[in-house]
């Protein structure tokens, strides 16, 4: 029971501060929390693959890449339309590319399939690259149009206003995250898990393997693509630079410094990154050094992540509260 | 000789030199992978890290065949410094920890390579005695490349005897078909690991020595050829040199014959030929294991 009122206490001072983040920390930080948003959601779709399913991909920033240029194509070319159709386009574009994929990918597993996805990457960027009639190559499509929230008849709401875009932003990918979550709740996400642990045993249980790597695949890329949808509006600009490899690299440092067993790893991870990332380039240009050595420190030091490591000091800490209980009952 | 046929037989020394360096890389690669079953992601870095070394010997003595010598093995001391403190202390992880791991120390080096040499290019000179033309049956081919050819056949045959006439070479393929057995035969595994690590980045080390001259020498020098060398471990077979060797040479075929007829695309068409290999058969041509 009081479980329960916790919870709700929780949630509400949850929405209470979200709800007032732009209020409080003025526009800088407003959309410093977007950008972290939006990686966020892209790491948790990232881990959908690595930490549900085992696995490993080198190039989830294509699915990305492909939100962001399907909403950002859809805009500049389709008259009047309005904000939520498209965002579904970007999450379509991005499903429509993993579809397109799965079949080939699904049969390969570990380091076949992170190799294969590296460099169907590269050949995303590179088309993206080169493709300047359509896709601007490197300096991308900019200044399309970003239409008002709007419900015919009821509501419409200027999403140019940091703020506005803020809640928007905020809200779809609430959303996103809460259906991903619910996804890995759900039967299926169970047999996700077990196709990571032991595919053959699964197999043997008369579970689809491919299919479900299938169906999880396409889940995670179409989640990938609202990520990048959302990137797309809040920069007004995609380039081939959101397809690259370091934009790959993006949900694995975020997940592995997160912790990949847990469904939120992720979005602490982000966090930790965003933050780490702010401080530094006020101090130095070698973003690439420092994420190099925060990879390498992690794998080395905290293999789980700061969900791990949390989990490690509640450990220990509980010993030590229970060895002090102990030491009292006894004097 | 008409110049159409010259032109072509220019194109294919062309590509058979550069496939010859894909070879050494993704060689280098393929020992490692088939022996320890990481796969590097660094490998491509340290192939970088070897031709800013030549640059730096280059400089400092003036002569190219010191540079060619001691800036591979520099390159495989760190090869060797990063099995020896950090992949071996992440081995139980799995798979998923070296890829990340490798990916980590290729961005430390790309980083300390900026910082040490700067981002723009290097330029470093082909030397005098490997520059020029010379005349073979009527046709001119341009010298360097054919060191190149050369300086890889020569490589390859050192390997090769390495490989199957010495005693470390028998552990090593004994270790591919199964390193724990090995290891319980009371041989040093890990130290065998060492070496073969340290060999197979050096392989790597020979080729950014030998490309440096031809290509300038940057901080993109690493995804330029990295790329391709993984798409040729991929496509090849993941462990499997022949494999290795014969993907190399179809794709520095393709890429000199492709910059000619369809220069745009040239780059897609490795690609191409990468998905159509693993759509019919997805262990790669030669591969057993994925």
Same mark, same amino acid.
């Given at each position: 029971m009081t479980n329960k009122v916790f919870k709700w206490i929780l949630w509400i001072v949850l929405v209470t501060v979200l709800a007032g983040y732009p209020k409080f920390f003025g526009i800088y930080y407003t959309n410093l929390f977007v950008t972290f948003a939006v990686f966020a959601i892209f790491s948790v779709s990232f881990n959908l693959l690595l930490g549900y399913t085992g696995l490993l991909s080198f190039g989830h920033a294509m699915f990305f890449g492909a939100g962001g240029y399907g909403t950002a194509l859809a805009l500049k070319h389709i008259q009047g339309l309005s904000l939520l159709p498209a965002v579904l386009i970007g999450l379509l574009s991005?499903?429509? !590319?993993?579809?397109? !994929?799965?079949?080939?990918?699904?049969?390969?597993?570990?380091?076949?399939?992170?190799?294969?996805?590296?460099? *169907?990457?590269?050949?995303?960027?590179?088309? %993206?690259?080169?493709?300047?009639? /359509?896709?601007?190559?490197?300096?991308? /499509?900019? @200044?399309?149009?970003?239409?008002p929230f709007s419900i015919p008849g009821v509501v419409s709401i200027n999403m140019k206003a940091p703020e506005?875009?803020?809640?928007?932003?905020?809200?779809?990918?609430?959303?996103?995250?809460?259906?991903?979550?619910? *996804?890995?709740?759900?039967?299926?996400?169970?047999?996700?898990?077990?196709?990571?642990?032991?595919?053959?045993?699964?197999?043997?249980?008369?579970?689809?393997?491919? =299919?479900?790597?299938?169906?999880?695949?396409?889940?995670?890329? %179409? *989640?990938?693509?609202? %990520?990048?949808?959302?990137?797309?509006?809040? =920069?007004?600009? /995609?380039?081939?630079g959101a397809l690259d490899i370091f934009t790959s690299f993006a949900p694995i440092t975020m997940?592995?410094? @997160?912790? /990949?067993?847990?469904?939120?790893?992720?979005?602490?991870?982000?966090?930790?990154?965003?933050?780490?990332?702010?401080?530094?380039?006020? *101090?130095?240009?070698q973003v690439e050094l420092v994420v190099g050595l925060i990879l390498i420190l992690v794998i080395v030091f905290f293999p789980m992540g700061a969900v791990g490591l949390l989990k490690i000091l509640k450990q220990k800490w509980l010993a030590r509260s229970a060895f002090k209980a102990s030491l009292e009952k006894a004097s | 000789m008409d110049p159409k046929t010259a032109m072509y037989v220019a194109q294919g020394i062309h590509g058979l030199a550069y496939g010859m360096i894909l070879f050494l890389v993704a060689s280098g690669l393929n020992i490692i992978f088939g022996m320890m079953g990481i796969l590097n992601l660094a490998h491509a870095s340290f192939f970088m890290l070897s031709a800013?070394?030549?640059?730096?010997?280059?400089?400092?003595?003036?002569?190219?065949? #010191?540079?060619?010598?001691l800036a591979p093995v520099a390159t495989a001391f760190f090869g060797i410094l990063l099995e020896r403190f950090l992949l071996r202390k992440i081995h139980a992880l799995g798979h998923m920890g070296e890829l990340i791991l490798t990916v980590g120390v290729s961005l430390v080096i790309l980083a300390g390579v900026k910082i040490f040499w700067g981002t723009e290019s290097l330029p470093l000179k082909i030397p005098p005695f490997l520059s020029g033309l010379v005349s073979l049956a009527g046709m001119d081919y341009p010298v360097y490349r054919l060191f190149i050819i050369t300086l890889s056949l020569v490589v390859l045959g050192i390997m090769a005897l390495l490989l199957y006439k010495t005693r470390l070479g028998k552990i090593v393929r004994a270790a591919v078909?199964?390193?724990?057995?090995?290891?319980?035969?009371?041989?040093?595994? $890990?130290?065998?690991?060492?070496?073969?690590?340290?060999?197979?980045?050096?392989?790597?080390?020979?080729?950014?020595?030998?490309?440096? $001259?031809?290509?300038?020498?940057? $901080?993109?020098?690493?995804?330029?050829?990295?790329?391709?060398?993984f798409v040729v471990v991929v496509t090849g077979?993941?462990?499997?040199?022949?494999?290795? +060797?014969?993907?190399?040479?179809?794709?520095?075929?393709?890429?000199?014959?492709? #910059?000619? +007829?369809?220069?745009?695309?040239? $780059?897609l068409l490795m690609f191409i030929f990468m998905a159509i290999v693993l759509a019919i058969k997805p262990t790669g041509f030669f591969g057993e294991r994925e």
């Open positions: 991005a499903g429509v !590319l993993s579809l397109i !994929l799965c079949p080939l990918v699904v049969r390969v597993s570990g380091t076949a399939f992170a190799m294969l996805h590296l460099a *169907f990457g590269q050949l995303m960027h590179m088309l %993206a690259y080169k493709l300047r009639g /359509i896709t601007g190559g490197e300096d991308g /499509i900019g @200044g399309f149009p970003i239409p506005n875009f803020y809640y928007f932003a905020i809200v779809v990918l609430g959303v996103s995250l809460w259906i991903m979550w619910f *996804f890995t709740k759900t039967p299926f996400g169970q047999i996700q898990v077990g196709v990571r642990d032991n595919a053959m045993r699964i197999d043997y249980l008369g579970f689809k393997v491919p =299919q479900t790597k299938a169906v999880v695949y396409v889940v995670a890329g %179409a *989640f990938a693509g609202v %990520a990048g949808s959302i990137y797309a509006l809040f =920069q007004n600009l /995609i380039s081939s997940t592995m410094v @997160g912790g /990949i067993g847990s469904f939120l790893g992720p979005v602490l991870g982000a966090a930790i990154i965003q933050m780490i990332e702010e401080l530094t380039t006020r *101090f130095t240009e | 800013y070394f030549s640059y730096q010997f280059l400089s400092m003595t003036g002569n190219f065949w #010191v540079a060619l010598l078909s199964d390193a724990d057995m090995v290891n319980a035969l009371g041989i040093n595994m $890990p130290l065998v690991f060492m070496i073969v690590f340290g060999i197979g980045t050096w392989l790597a080390g020979v080729a950014g020595v030998a490309i440096a $001259p031809i290509l300038l020498v940057f $901080p993109g020098l690493a995804d330029q050829i990295g790329m391709d060398a077979g993941f462990g499997s040199l022949s494999g290795a +060797f014969i993907v190399s040479i179809i794709f520095g075929l393709l890429s000199s014959y492709g #910059v000619q +007829f369809l220069s745009q695309l040239a $780059p």
